[in-house]
């Protein structure tokens, strides 16, 4: 069940969804190579009369290691059928609920450059189809709350890390004695590296922090003039983060959808754009534009 849903309300959706009870995994191939060949999500474009509809792409690979995929939009996640994949050429069967029932439309089409081209054909006519690969997110992106072991000492402060379109990275360091920048931020593979700019009163050092993530947990060592530390991070929001399946129930009907969350707490919701997941406990609330 999905709270406070209006479906009257096209631009402007509010869900507030229990993760433990509602939420579970959907099939994804970020873990087998987002970036290889065609798994992954595809962003693409649809004309369905006088309308360009958005929707997404996304392939995977099933538990029998065979290729499959789903359409995702506005109206819900719907898997497709007879998905196949070679030489380039894509091609797949994509069956959607009309108002006089259901619509079959086949698909054949080409991946080259990043890019899918191609058009979907039914009984209804014929709807060009073109689209490119979505960005991703890197790995490390997110705010990550860092504990600085140093003797019988602790410190806390808080990592942000932020990609712009193109992925470059960016961050920042921000504790109770203020907001440090952080330079050489990289991120290769399961490893996070960067160097933090600390100025105390009118004296100024530098220190340097490489590390290895797993899963939401960062853990490295930060080094200075002044020694080396043990360092332990968690990002926020781990509980959230990941790509989901929802069973949505209303008017007596009920549809798939899928809800992707970032690393950095953006993400989607179908094919619609999230800038920022909220969480309470273990409740997650967002709002698409």
């Known amino acids: 069940m999905i709270k406070n849903m209006k479906p009257s309300i096209i631009l402007s959706i509010s869900l507030l969804i229990t993760c433990a009870s509602i939420l ?91 890019k899918i081209t191609g058009s979907l054909n039914s009984d209804r006519g014929e709807s060009k189809v073109t689209g490119e690969r979505a960005t991703r997110i890197p790995r490390g992106t997110g705010n990550w709350t860092m504990t600085i072991k140093a003797g019988e000492r602790e410190y806390t402060g808080t990592l942000s890390v932020k990609a712009d379109a193109s992925g470059e990275l960016a961050g920042e360091w921000s504790s109770p004695r203020g907001v440090s920048p952080v330079s050489d931020l990289v991120v290769s593979r399961n490893e996070l590296s960067f160097v933090r700019t600390i100025k105390t009163q009118d004296i100024e050092w530098k220190a340097s922090f490489s590390g290895s993530i797993q899963g939401n947990v960062l853990e490295g060592v930060v ?67």
């Open 24 to 114: 579970c995994p959907f099939s994804d191939a970020s873990a087998q190579g987002q970036r290889r060949g065609i798994y992954g999500d595809w962003n693409i474009s649809s004309q369905m009369g006088e309308r360009t509809v958005q929707s997404i792409l996304a392939f995977s690979r099933n538990q029998d290691g065979g290729l499959e995929g789903s359409w995702i939009s506005f109206f819900g996640a719907t898997r497709l059928k007879d998905v196949t994949f070679e030489d380039n050429q894509l091609g797949f069967t994509y069956v959607r609920r009309g108002r006089n029932g259901e619509v079959s439309s086949v698909f054949k089409g080409t991946i080259e450059n990043r």
């Open 223 to 289: 080094k200075s003039e002044r020694g080396e530390a043990q360092v332990n991070g968690k990002r926020h929001g781990g509980l959230a983060i990941g790509t989901w399946n929802l069973n949505m129930e209303s008017n007596q009907r009920t549809r798939k959808q899928r809800l992707r969350i970032h690393s950095d707490l953006s993400g989607f919701f179908g094919s619609m754009a999230i800038e920022k997941v909220h969480l309470d406990g273990n409740k997650i609330s967002f709002k698409t534009p």
